[in-house]
């Protein structure tokens, strides 16, 4: 691993990913890997599936092993999964590095700061799969960033070698506009756009709209915002899952074919929140497969999924002269058949984009139990939550020089 099987997701309306803040103003662009683990759990779960026959498969965090350092054998797993990325019709896009180096040459990062440039090329969110694999190659990608000033009339009929969509977020190669929509290309008189006037299309736009609350005693309304993601016409979002074939050869393709059920369970009855309102629907297709190369014990290695090391992974992860890497903080409410909402506990996980150092042969991470444990009082909460974090590596062969 990993070599992914691709599916592509297809929104048939607004999404409300996550609550942040003190209500649900705002909202998340795409579904880390954690909460699609989790989805996938209660979506099985809801088709008479087990949770723990699922989740017991990997390998878990146990903090009385961590303690008494405990040496165990690898454990192996079905599959790896990532999180969910954006997509622009056919073209992929995935997580930038934290780090500017392993993008750009020291040389062209300089001339960019010189030329007060530097602050609109750090909003990269996103690079497309062309640009994704020469950097995995060690490439650097000066050759391919777009012009920061105004076109010139002769420059606006040549095809660029790069391209920005949504600001500066999104990052792809000149050669790879065809595989944009048409939504995209065109304009609403159906007229085609030069490719230099695509960093002003929106490919996703977040946006509040108002709600109304009535109170039941007094009958008093109130006002509240929701904040919802929505994207162009033949936009969404990707991820990629990696099926041990190892595995499958052992156990058959049960695995599979239940996760693949518990995905088209979730187009139909929706992810996020507010899908009383009519969120969170999409159409789910396989579209192909795409292999990367898995690395080896100290190899540098870029994640695209959320990241919670094991606890020998640690210091050596995060240690490497290379290693760029940002931390998330993931809490929030649990949902379970049966059980009131309650706050999970918290948790901190390496973001997708994370640059880290292959500590082992791998696996890497693990699935951590986050259920609430309360002191006051002896009631327990009655299963596992089982929050995801392990790695989903693609191994960086030129790391930065």
């Known amino acids: 691993m990993p070599d992914l099987t691709l599916y592509h997701l297809t929104p048939h309306g607004p999404f409300h990913l ?22 996938l759990l209660l979506a099985n779960l809801e088709v008479g599936g087990e949770i723990e026959k699922l989740a017991g498969i990997f390998p878990q965090y146990d903090q009385a092993e961590a303690s008494r350092e405990v040496e165990a054998e690898p454990q192996p797993i079905p599959f790896l999964v990532t999180s969910t990325f954006p997509r622009a019709g056919e073209l992929r896009f ?15 990062i300089g001339e960019l700061e010189q030329g007060g440039e530097l602050k609109k090329i750090k909003k990269i969110k996103f690079i ?5 694999e020469r950097m995995v190659k060690g490439e650097k990608l000066d050759a391919w960033l777009p012009f920061e000033a105004a076109p010139s009339a002769n420059e606006m009929t040549q095809r660029p070698l790069g391209l920005f969509l949504q600001g ?50 007094s009958n008093a309304s109130e006002i509240f915002y929701t904040g919802r993601v929505t994207f162009r016409a033949g936009c969404g979002w990707w991820l990629g899952i990696a099926w041990n074939p190892s595995w499958e050869k052992k156990h058959g393709l049960v695995t599979r074919q239940v996760i693949e ?5 979730l187009a139909d009855t929706g992810l996020g929140g507010e899908r ?35 606890h ?12 760029a890497y940002k931390l998330v903080s993931v809490g929030g409410w649990l949902s379970s058949p049966g059980q009131k909402a309650q706050r999970r506990k918290r948790l901190w996980l390496l973001a997708e984009g994370s640059v880290l150092r292959a500590a082992g042969a791998g696996p890497w991470g693990n699935i951590t139990d986050v259920k609430p444990d309360y002191l006051s009082t002896s009631e327990a909460f009655p299963h596992p939550i089982w929050r995801y974090g392990l790695a989903c590596p693609v191994a960086l062969k030129g790391g930065v020089p």
């Open 18 to 39: 996550s609550l942040r803040g003190v209500g649900q103003e705002k909202t998340d662009l795409s579904l880390p890997s954690d909460s699609l683990f989790a989805a």
């Open 94 to 108: 995935y997580p930038a590095p934290p780090s500017l180096e392993f993008l750009l040459s020291r040389d062209k």
């Open 128 to 132: 497309s799969e062309g640009l994704f």
């Open 168 to 217: 500066t977020t999104l990052w792809l190669m000149g050669d790879e506009a065809h595989k944009l929509p048409d939504s995209l290309l065109k304009d609403d008189q159906k007229k085609a756009r030069p490719l230099q006037a695509l960093r002003y299309v929106t490919v996703w736009q977040v946006s509040q709209v108002p709600r109304v609350t009535v109170d039941r005693m």
């Open 261 to 265: 059920q518990a995905l088209k369970l």
């Open 276 to 310: 009383a309102a009519g969120y969170g629907q999409f159409e789910v297709e396989k579209a192909g497969t795409k292999n990367w190369p898995n690395p080896n014990p100290n190899d540098l290695f870029i994640t695209l999924s959320r990241y919670h090391p094991h």
């Open 312 to 323: 020998k992974e640690l210091p050596a992860a995060l240690q490497a002269e290379e290693s």
